[in-house]
């Protein structure tokens, strides 16, 4: 498997994984949510990895760190909505932007 192949799959899971969240946590299924959120980081960390291999360094990566500092923070004071709206609202739509971002580079 390339690595931009592998690169989609994870983005798909990715987004797929965390829109799961969002509805576990809407659902009030908090255990099975932060399970989620928690396999989205590992795909995260995945698709830096791909980045790091392809020497690719102008990806945007610093407002998706913001909103993941607010989600830690969001979860410290254990605040299931705050998390929820900050990934529906805030970490989603900049994934997405990001993912477009990121086919570009990769092509």
């Not at 659902?27 to 399970?35: I, K, P, S, T, V």
């Not at 990934?87 to 477009?100: C, S, V, Y």
Request: include cysteine.
């Amino acid at each position: 498997m390339n690595a931009t192949q592998c690169l989609e799959e994870t983005n798909c899971r990715l987004h797929n994984t965390l829109q799961s969240c969002v509805s576990l946590f809407r659902e009030g299924e908090d255990n099975r949510a932060l399970d989620a959120l928690l396999d989205s980081i590992e795909d995260l960390e995945r698709i830096l990895d791909i980045f790091q291999c392809a020497e690719a360094t102008d990806f945007g990566l610093d407002n998706i760190l913001w909103g993941y500092r607010k989600l830690l923070k969001c979860m410290q004071n254990q605040d299931v909505t705050g998390m929820t709206d900050l990934l529906e609202f805030t970490i989603i739509p900049q994934l997405k932007a990001w993912e477009a971002r990121c086919n570009v580079i990769c092509r």
